[in-house]
């Protein structure tokens, strides 16, 4: 399978932003896609996954009531939904495909290109 992240940009403050996680070669239904993301300094650090039957799982507290994940079956796309956007969120985001969801990077073998997100406070 292979990835293709794309949607960060610049945001203020308290503004949104909507990743978006791009498969092909192969069906998400046979996968499940994490969200990850490293801040300059920091470890690659999980944020959020989709299963491949829809489970969604929080893996940061921070991101709780602000970040949600969904799947467009039909486009074979995942989205990253981040509103009330915090400094502290600025980081690459990266999506990953593995057959189940892990809190940890390292047992996934696909991986999207990255997405700048910077807010500005």
């Known amino acids: 399978v292979q990835l293709q992240a794309s949607g960060g940009g610049l945001v203020q403050a308290g503004g949104s932003l909507r990743l978006s996680c791009a498969a092909s070669?192969?069906?998400?239904?046979?996968?499940?896609i994490g969200w990850f993301r490293q801040a300059p300094g920091k470890e690659r650090e999980g944020v959020l996954c989709?299963?491949?039957?829809?489970?969604?799982?929080y893996y940061a507290d921070s991101v709780k009531g602000r970040f949600t994940i969904s799947k467009d079956t039909a486009k074979n796309t995942v989205y990253l939904q981040m509103n009330s956007l915090k400094p502290e969120d600025t980081a690459v985001y990266y999506c990953?495909?593995?057959?189940?969801?892990?809190?940890?990077?390292?047992?996934?073998?696909?991986w999207g290109q990255g997405t700048l997100v910077t807010v500005s406070s």
């Open positions: 990953g495909a593995e057959r189940h969801c892990y809190d940890d990077y390292s047992p996934y073998d696909y």
């Open positions: 989709i299963s491949s039957s829809g489970n969604k799982i």
């Open positions: 070669g192969s069906s998400l239904d046979y996968y499940a």
